[in-house]
C-alpha cells in the first residue's frame, strides 16, 4: 500500500433499481474519493517497475490466427520510479 507520496482512495457503492424511484442516480453517489497518504516521502531512492517474464505463447485464436502471451509486475515503483508502462 502506498505510505506517502500522495494518492486516492475509493469506495463505490451500487443500487437497486427502486432505491431511486426507477430514476438513474448522479454518478457522485455511487463513488466517493478522497486524497490519502499525502506526506512527503522520506526515502530518497527511488525504486523502478520491475515486469516479471514473459508467460508461453497461447494457442493460435480461431479468428485471425493470432497468438498471445502475458506478463505481471514483480514490483511496483514508489514515488519517484519510473511507472510500468
Known sequence: PVTCGGGNSFRTRGLTPSANNGNACPAETLRET???????????????????SWGDW????????????????????????????
Open 34 to 52: 478522497q486524497p490519502c497518504a499525502q506526506q512527503v516521502c522520506q526515502d530518497s531512492t527511488c525504486t523502478d517497475c520491475l515486469w516479471g
Open 58 to 85: 497461447g494457442e493460435c485464436s480461431k479468428c485471425g490466427g493470432q497468438r498471445t502471451r502475458s506478463r505481471s509486475i514483480e514490483r511496483l515503483p514508489n514515488h519517484c520510479g519510473i511507472r510500468c508502462e
